[in-house]
């Protein structure tokens, strides 16, 4: 798993006995020469106890493709259990070794993906040069993202004659998307930008687009539906919205569906599972998840304070 590289940090790994806890099954640095992206494949043991993981300085997804397993992992003194599935996506915090044990009810397999730091830091400071916050990033994607998930299963079974353009073409995109729809961007602007002739015309399509929002709490809805009914391209969508509200639009509709989750929360006695599926969540985990990041509390937590005041 160690390869002599100055782009990836893979060197935590030197120490790592990968045989007794994995079986790799395709590498992309040995069969397909990549040297800006790593993917790789992984049949994983059914059982493990105190698997310590390193921390290395990459940005490392995992999608797990098949199998399910009570996961529980210890970082910086917590606990934390979650269930490994087919399709939750999971992002290793840089520079953070975990401890990690579980057990499978069969056969686990994943595709894994390490983007180069330096690859991150360059797109961050594209991006207006905000300090990655790898946590609040992690915590985000934990809730799902099918374009991330689609990208990582298709890297993992590449075209034939896919070189390095499309390794480093890749690692672009995903690190874009990563850091554009995940990333922590809440602090609002230092001053109010300066107003052109076509503000107006901004302002309402941005307002067009909250109401859409709100119109469709409930409903999957993406980018590219949003832009399109304000006659927008993504991109310029995504910079007007955030000129106008100083969040992307998905960390906005995010914020949104939590709003209207607390006034549920604090108006009815409908399930909690109710309650996710009003508001556009996919689960009752996902709005806890998500809940829990926004506010601080867990759902059930925060109608029981209400409650009680």
């Known amino acids: 798993m160690v390869f002599d590289s100055s782009r990836f940090d893979l060197q935590p790994y030197a120490g790592f006995d990968m045989a007794r806890y994995v079986r790799r099954t395709y590498c992309s640095w040995e069969t397909a ?3 800006s992206l790593l993917v790789q494949r992984f049949e994983h043991v059914p059982v493990a106890e105190d698997m310590e993981l390193p921390g290395a300085a990459d940005l490392h997804l995992v999608l ?22 087919p399709g939750r996506l999971e992002m290793g915090i840089p520079g953070q070794p975990v401890l990690r044990r579980y057990r499978a009810t069969g056969a686990m397999r994943s595709v894994q993906v390490h983007i180069p730091r330096d690859t991150v830091e360059t797109v961050a400071a594209q991006l207006g040069g905000r300090a990655v916050d790898y946590e609040a990033l992690a915590a985000s994607l934990a809730a799902g993202d099918p374009l991330i998930e689609e990208a990582v299963r298709a890297l993992g079974s590449p075209d034939e004659v896919a070189g390095d353009l499309y390794a480093e073409s890749a690692a672009a995109f995903l690190t874009v998307h990563l850091l554009t729809r995940h990333g922590r961007s809440s602090d609002p602007p230092p001053h109010a930008p300066s107003r052109s002739p076509s503000s107006s015309r901004e302002d309402a399509r941005v307002e067009a687009a909250i109401a859409m929002m709100r119109d469709r709490l409930a409903e999957p809805v993406t980018l590219a539906e949003i832009a399109g ?15 106008a509200t100083g969040v992307t639009p998905y960390r906005y509709l995010t914020r ?6 607390k006034r549920l929360l604090r108006g009815t006695d409908l399930p909690i599972a109710r309650i996710a599926a009003r508001c556009g969540f996919a689960g009752p985990g996902t709005l806890s998840a998500t809940f829990l990041r926004q506010t601080g509390a867990r759902p059930s937590d925060y109608r029981s304070g209400h409650r009680n005041s």
């Open 33 to 35: 020469g990549w040297q």
């Open 64 to 85: 797990p493709v098949a199998g399910r397993a009570a996961m529980e992992t210890r970082r910086d003194g917590r606990t934390t259990r979650h269930t490994w599935a």
């Open 229 to 243: 009914e304000v006659h927008l391209s993504v991109y310029h969508f995504v910079r007007v919205f955030k000129a």
């Open 256 to 261: 949104l569906r939590v709003e209207e989750a």
